[in-house]
Nanobody
Framework: QVQLVESGGRLVQPGDSLRLSCAAT????????VGWFRQAPGKEREFIAG?????????FWADSFEGRFVPFRDNDRNAAYLEMHNVKLEDTAIYYC??????????????????WGQGTQVTVST
């Protein structure tokens, strides 16, 4: 069993950088693939990026996010992170981390994940 708690969301301006954190409980976290999703008001929850446990902890992205969003993890701290760069107004959303207990290579669908955090709000505004 894993519990996830996101933090780091806040009000930022366009062009800023931001790091979101996902703190996990549970001894098996290091074997789980971690994904990041977001949900804007009135929109479906969408996949952003993830990081698995294969090889050199390979990251994977939805096409529209590669280059600005960087997932990484620190298994010694039972934590995962999402760095956001050059944020835009349309990045305003609730951001969620999720864990896939199967340790899949590149899960991108909501149904691929077993555990979810409660979300953290990111607001981009001038």
């Amino acid at each position: 069993q894993v519990q996830l708690v996101e933090s780091g969301g806040r009000l930022v301006q366009p062009g800023d950088s931001l790091r979101l954190s996902c703190a996990a409980t549970g001894r098996s976290f290091s074997t789980y693939t971690v994904g990041w999703f977001r949900q804007a008001p009135g929109k479906e929850r969408e996949f952003i990026a993830g990081i698995n446990t294969r090889g050199k902890l390979a990251g994977f992205w939805a096409d529209s996010f590669e280059g600005r969003f960087v997932p990484f993890r620190d298994n010694d701290r039972n934590a995962a992170y999402l760095e956001m760069h050059n944020v835009k107004l349309e990045d305003t959303a609730i951001y969620y981390c999720a864990a896939d207990a199967r340790g899949s290579a590149q899960p991108r669908r909501r149904g691929d994940y077993d555990y979810w955090g409660q979300g953290t709000q990111v607001t981009v505004s001038t």
